[in-house]
């Protein structure tokens, strides 16, 4: 009787780890179906003037999302690809439609403005910044060509502001208070933003500081209006 319940309690184990493995390479059809509906709600939503068809989704264990090929009705020759995260709650967060419709050269040239602009502001209040790079979106025809950077300008959705510090002589309790300084900073000046991420970097006697060179060291992101706390940051390569 021991024999046959541990034997069932193995057989058990084993069919569950098989299950669990073929999931986390393949996703299931319960979840695949539910990103399907969250993509049709999604679009019924986002696009409601588009006759949009829904291709047969993949599973991308690499990332854990599904991926969906979206056709406009009529125009065979264009397909848009979505993602979506969260098995029993999915949400997009590739949408192709939006993506091509991207000025991807004004908002390269207004990221690079605002970087400059911000660099200047935040060296005055953060010791030992060494970079600044903004990331923003605007869409195709939303504004002129030769529109100048400004942070009351009409973009499509908050910026995101990455940092660079050179960590020479610095450690995790320095980073923090770099972290609410720039926090700070933004509110003060009215900067609208998505999230923050700061970088650490070891330089290791390197002559030129930039922002690819250096290995991190520390590291801490925040949203808008986050509580940042000490543990929020980061310790590696150590």
Do not use: C
Not at 67 to 72: A, T
Not at 82 to 88: D, I, R
Not at 176 to 200: M, S
């Amino acid at each position: 009787m021991k024999k046959k319940i541990v034997y069932s309690a193995l057989l058990f184990i084993t069919v569950a780890f098989v299950l669990v493995a073929y999931n986390s390479f393949n996703g299931n059809p319960v979840s695949g179906m539910l990103a399907k509906k969250a993509l049709e709600r999604y679009l019924a939503d986002r696009y409601p003037d588009k006759e949009l068809q829904i291709e047969e989704g993949v599973y991308n264990f690499k990332f854990a999302e599904y991926v969906f090929d979206v056709m406009e009705v009529g125009d065979q020759t264009r397909s848009y690809q979505f993602t979506l995260t969260g098995f029993f709650k999915p949400e997009v967060n590739i949408d192709g439609i939006h993506d091509a419709n991207l000025d991807e050269q004004l908002m390269e040239r207004l990221g690079g403005e605002a970087s400059k602009e911000l660099k200047a502001i935040l060296e005055q209040k953060v010791s030992r910044l060494v970079g600044v790079d903004v990331y923003l979106e605007v869409l195709k025809d939303k504004l002129a060509d030769d529109t100048k950077w400004s942070k009351g300008i009409k973009l499509d959705g908050p910026m995101q502001i990455e940092l660079v510090l050179d960590a020479a002589d610095s450690d995790q309790e320095d980073v923090y208070h770099a972290a609410k300084t720039v926090q700070h900073v933004l509110k003060d000046q009215g900067y609208d933003y998505g999230y923050v991420n700061i970088n650490a970097n070891d330089f290791d006697g390197e002559d030129t500081k930039d922002m690819e060179s250096g290995y991190v060291k520390y590291a801490v992101s925040f949203e808008k209006d986050a509580d940042i706390k000490l543990s929020d940051v980061e310790t590696l390569n150590q």
